[in-house]
């Protein structure tokens, strides 16, 4: 069965820095694009970041451009979301998810597969 684990969530000072790990089972993850998404207290989910199958293309929600990075390594089926200069703005439970395609748009009706999620709170 398809199954996608968030580790790495938490309390974070803001300034400080998370990475944020999924690792992924049950098919080949070499042939999919991921995302990370987040949904903050009161908000809708929204995209924060994905990647193509072959880590060649990236996507960024705005307000995490510069801060926040997406990597891949298939060999070890894992997907990392790095994030740096944290803002309490970014506080919200984050998830992994497979998706049909990374684009600026149409995150959400790409979703095949959700991770549990994990929290990431940003607070002094």
């Known amino acids: 069965q398809v199954q996608l684990v968030e580790s790495g969530g938490g309390l974070v000072q803001p300034g400080g820095s998370q990475r944020l790990s999924c690792t992924a089972s049950?098919?080949?993850?070499?042939?999919?694009?991921m995302g990370w998404f987040r949904q903050a207290p009161g908000k809708e989910r929204e995209g924060v970041s994905c990647?193509?199958?072959?880590?060649?293309?990236?996507y960024y929600l705005d307000s995490v451009k510069g801060r926040f990075t997406i990597s891949r390594d298939n060999a070890k089926k894992t997907v990392y979301l790095q994030m740096n200069s944290l803002k309490p703005e970014d506080t919200g439970v984050y998830y992994c998810?497979?998706?049909?395609?990374?684009?600026?748009?149409?995150?959400?009706?790409?979703?095949?597969?959700w991770g549990q999620g994990t929290q990431v709170t940003v607070s002094s």
């Open positions: 998810a497979r998706i049909a395609w990374c684009a600026a748009h149409g995150m959400h009706t790409a979703v095949n597969n």
């Open positions: 049950g098919f080949t993850l070499n042939l999919y694009s």
């Open positions: 990647i193509s199958s072959s880590g060649g293309s990236t």
